[in-house]
Structures are given as structure tokens and as C-alpha cells.
């Protein structure tokens, strides 16, 4: 029984299915450009191309090497050349006096106080 069902639910879905791929198109004038790219015969490969890349010499690992030693030779030479930094005591200069208050201002900060 069960398997009767099953197979008239699959057999419903693939209907269904089939109806909607049928109505399934693209708009109108996206269906006829589909339509005239299909009846149009492709296009060769071939090897004209526009851009020729322009390959350089094959460089190998001990190219590599090669330089990374020179580099850091070089690299060397420079930073014993260079002068170290000497350190400095810091210029601290003492802060100013405070200013002697006048009696307003006085008065202002006391008022400021009461808060």
C-alpha cells in the first residue's frame, strides 16, 4: 500500500516538475538573443591572442639564495655603518609658581568649594 503511494507522490513530483521546466523561459528579449547565440556557429581558438605576456629567464632556488645572501651582506655592512643612538638624560624643567590670588578670585574658589 505504502508503496503505491509512494510511487504516485513521485510520479505527481515529476509531473509538476516537468510542467514548470516548460513554462520556465527568460524574458522575452533575453529568449530571442538566446535564441540567436544558439544558431550561431563558435568561435575558433586559435592562437592570435592581443596580449603576449613577456616571459623572463627561468630563475631556479639557488638564484634565490644568491640573493638573499648578497641582501643580507649588504644589509650588514649598512647597519655597521650607521651610528648608535646615545641616550640623553630628558630636559625637565621645574614648573611655574602658582600665581598669588586676588580676593575674588579667592571668594570664587571658596564658592566652588561649597558643592
Known amino acids: 500500500m505504502e508503496t503505491k503511494g509512494k ?3 513521485e510520479q505527481r513530483i515529476k509531473q509538476e516538475a516537468e510542467a514548470k ?3 520556465a523561459k527568460a524574458p522575452e528579449r533575453m ?6 547565440r544558439s544558431n550561431l556557429p563558435p568561435k575558433p581558438l586559435g592562437d592570435d591572442y592581443t596580449f603576449k605576456p613577456k616571459i ?12 638573499h645572501e648578497k641582501f643580507a651582506e649588504d644589509l650588514m655592512n649598512k647597519k655597521s655603518q650607521m651610528s648608535l643612538t ?8 621645574k614648573s611655574r609658581p602658582r600665581p598669588v590670588h586676588s580676593e575674588g578670585v579667592d571668594e570664587a ?3 566652588l568649594d561649597r558643592f
Open 21 to 23: 521546466l516548460a513554462l
Open 109 to 111: 574658589e571658596a564658592a
Open 7 to 9: 510511487a504516485a507522490r
Open 31 to 36: 529568449q530571442k538573443d538566446l535564441e540567436r
Open 86 to 93: 646615545k641616550p640623553q638624560e630628558p630636559n625637565i624643567s
Open 56 to 67: 623572463g629567464k627561468a630563475v631556479t632556488a639557488e638564484m634565490f639564495k644568491e640573493l
